[in-house]
């Protein structure tokens, strides 16, 4: 779900930004449901019904990058679809945090390019240099290892543990990938 973005999802260009920073677009309003639902899946007891919601929470984010790319999106969009994403995570990892089922370290893997991401565009932005990344496959590939995690988690899936490794290992991968294009970003520039 999260990355540093260039275009309305992060699709590298191709979606079109509105000039006006205060149009909020459908794309928008699917990306703002996230919030609610990552409250829901805190305070709902039933793993079916949390379930239900992460299924709902990853269709936004499928269709409102879909059609910020086809309709055109917004500057709104731009900042909010990244931080609706994370706070997402957030919030369902720390549901998994309280069951004890993952360990601290464990969770902190599978989040590691989220952590990294927010860190670096607050350090930059501090610097007063934030830079924009494109969604990268990378990044895309985190999120799915993040779900099918939540999924293994909600289901009691004996893959819980080894999905969990195998996020943070592509979450590493991911953290390399950004740097890389990061640097060719910085090298352009000069």
């Known amino acids: ?16 930004v509105s000039r006006s920073l205060w149009r909020v677009t459908v794309a928008d309003l699917l990306t703002l449901l996230r919030l609610p ?3 829901l899946f805190v305070v709902m007891r039933d793993d079916l019904v949390r379930l239900l919601i992460l299924a709902v929470a990853a269709g936004t984010d499928l269709l409102d990058g879909f059609l910020a790319r086809r309709l055109g999106g917004s500057r709104f969009g731009a900042f909010i ?31 590691l390019r989220d952590l990294v991401a927010t860190g670096a565009f607050v350090v930059t932005s501090v610097f007063g240099r934030p830079m ?14 993040q779900l099918l995690t939540l999924v293994a988690f909600l289901t009691e899936s004996p893959l819980l543990r080894p999905l969990a490794w195998a996020t943070a290992a592509v979450a590493l991968y991911a953290i390399w990938d950004y740097s890389q294009a ?8 000069r």
């Open 1 to 16: 779900m999260p990355e540093s973005q260039a275009s309305p999802r992060g699709e590298g260009g191709q979606g079109r």
């Open 37 to 39: 639902l990552a409250v």
């Open 182 to 189: 990061a640097r060719q970003g910085e090298a352009a520039d």
């Open 81 to 111: 679809d990244p931080v609706a994403d994370k706070l997402f995570m957030l919030a369902a990892f720390i549901v998994v945090a309280l069951s004890g089922t993952l360990t601290w370290y464990e969770i902190a893997g599978v989040l």
């Open 132 to 145: 924009t990344i494109p969604a990268r496959l990378g990044g895309k590939a985190v999120t799915m290892a």
